[in-house]
């Protein structure tokens, strides 16, 4: 090819690959064998770009697939708050489609309370320097709150700067409403033990320390129930615990109850008969 004809070739096709035919060894052929090396130059850079390019991609692609099948939500943000990446859970959240997550402001996406939530925690893991652990509420398409456990932390580039804020959130709303749920439960169980019509105690480890205690009981060794919890037998009762606390070892060991059992104690001053 002559060398107009490679230079059209290459602006136009972006090839690298043609080269000029030489003619002979004069001051047009050392022009052409330099342009030849040139464009040799070029070629290599370009295919060495081309592969760091093209693994680049597939390491994206990779790492978009491993985002995209986690049950979390994955976003980054740049120091903005601008949106740069999103996985596609991201879907199931009341906002817009996932393309549109891209470039935009986390104030363009939420309501100011939830954007304002949110940035505050970003802010706070950019701050901290480490990640942080936070709950976060957001509206689902499905139009109930969901609470997240988010875990934030600033990203740093090669000069050791901030570039983006990662955070990855877990939806922890059935986990919180099971939480909610015993710990109503216990509530109702820890009044109903308390307000028995019989004196009852539950008592934990080898100092057999009250856990619980019936009011009614309470009454009987004549102090209030937060005095007795825990505290072992032996402080609240020191003198009863000399008789009890062979029999509760005992029972420890043999796994065997001892019904009917009497014993009496003093304290503040009154003296009680009480059975087991």
């Known amino acids: 090819m002559e060398l107009a004809e490679v230079i059209e070739k290459v602006s136009t096709e972006g090839d690298y690959s043609h080269r000029v035919h030489r003619h002979g060894d004069d001051e047009i052929g050392l022009l052409y064998h330099g342009f030849n ?8 850079r370009k295919e060495e770009r081309d592969k760091v390019e093209n693994a680049l991609r597939k390491s994206e692609a990779r790492l978009q697939a491993i985002l995209d099948h986690s049950p979390a939500l994955i976003s980054i943000k740049d120091l903005q708050g601008n949106i740069i990446l999103v996985n596609r859970n991201f879907d199931i959240l009341e906002g817009p489609s996932l393309e549109e997550y891209i470039g935009k402001n986390v104030y363009d996406l939420f309501p100011v309370d ?27 398409k499905d139009g109930l709150m969901h609470t ?25 709303t059935e986990r919180k409403r099971v939480e909610e749920e ?31 205690i019936s009011k009614t ?11 007795h919890l825990g505290k072992p037998l032996a402080e ?7 008789d009890i606390l062979p029999r509760m070892r005992k029972v420890l060991e043999t796994g065997e109850a001892f019904p009917n059992h009497e014993f009496s104690a003093t304290k503040t001053q009154k003296n009680h008969i009480l059975k087991d």
């Open 37 to 44: 090396n040139m464009l040799g130059q070029i070629q290599a």
């Open 148 to 172: 997240y456990l988010t875990v934030k932390f600033p990203l740093y580039g090669g000069d050791q700067k901030a570039f983006g804020i990662c955070a990855i959130s877990t939806d922890i």
């Open 114 to 140: 939830v954007a304002d939530a949110l940035w505050k925690n970003d802010l706070a893991a950019l701050e901290a320097g480490h990640p942080i652990e936070v709950e976060e509420v957001i509206a689902h």
């Open 236 to 242: 609240v009762l020191p003198d009863a615990a000399r």
């Open 217 to 227: 009981l309470a009454d009987i060794n004549g102090l209030p129930v937060e005095d």
């Open 182 to 212: 015993l710990r109503e439960a216990k509530e109702y169980l820890d009044k109903i033990f308390l307000n028995l019509p019989v004196g009852v105690a539950i008592l934990d480890g080898l100092e057999f320390r009250y856990f619980r």
